[in-house]
C-alpha cells in the first residue's frame, strides 16, 4: 500500500522556520521524482520544489532564498526546509512522488499538513 505522511506543520510568526517531513511506503522511492506542492486558500495548488531521482533540485522562485528541499533515500524521506516565512507561505502543503509512465505519470499524494504564519 502506498503511503505519503507530511508532518511538521504547525503555527509560526512571521521570519520563523519549519521543516517539514514526509516519509514514504509501498513504492521503490529512490526511483521517483519528489515534488512539494503548496495550496492557499482559494488559490491553486502550487509547485514549491521539485527533487529528482538523481537529487537535483528546483526551487520555484517565489520562495527561492528561502526554501530548501531533499530527500533521503536510505530512509525513504523527503523534506522542506522553510526559513523566513511570511505570512503568503500559508498554505496546506503536500508531498507528491512521481515517475514517467507508459500513458502519462504514476503519481502518489500525501494527505498535507496544514502550515500557518500568523503574528
Known amino acids: 500500500q502506498v503511503q505519503l505522511v507530511e508532518s511538521g506543520g504547525g503555527l509560526v510568526q512571521p521570519g520563523g522556520s519549519l521543516r517539514l517531513s514526509c516519509s514514504a511506503s509501498g513504492f521503490t522511492f529512490s526511483n521517483y521524482f519528489l515534488s512539494w506542492y503548496r495550496q492557499a486558500p482559494g488559490k491553486q495548488r502550487e509547485l514549491v520544489a521539485i527533487i529528482t531521482n538523481s537529487d537535483y533540485t528546483n526551487i520555484s522562485d517565489t520562495v527561492k532564498g528561502r526554501f530548501t528541499a531533499s530527500r533521503d533515500n536510505a530512509k525513504n524521506m523527503v523534506y522542506l526546509q522553510m526559513n523566513s516565512l511570511k505570512f503568503e507561505d500559508t498554505a496546506v502543503y503536500y508531498c507528491?512522488?512521481?515517475?514517467?509512465?507508459?500513458?502519462?505519470?504514476?503519481?502518489?499524494w500525501g494527505q498535507g499538513t496544514q502550515v500557518t504564519v500568523s503574528s
Open positions: 507528491n512522488a512521481w515517475r514517467p509512465a507508459l500513458v502519462g505519470v504514476e503519481a502518489y
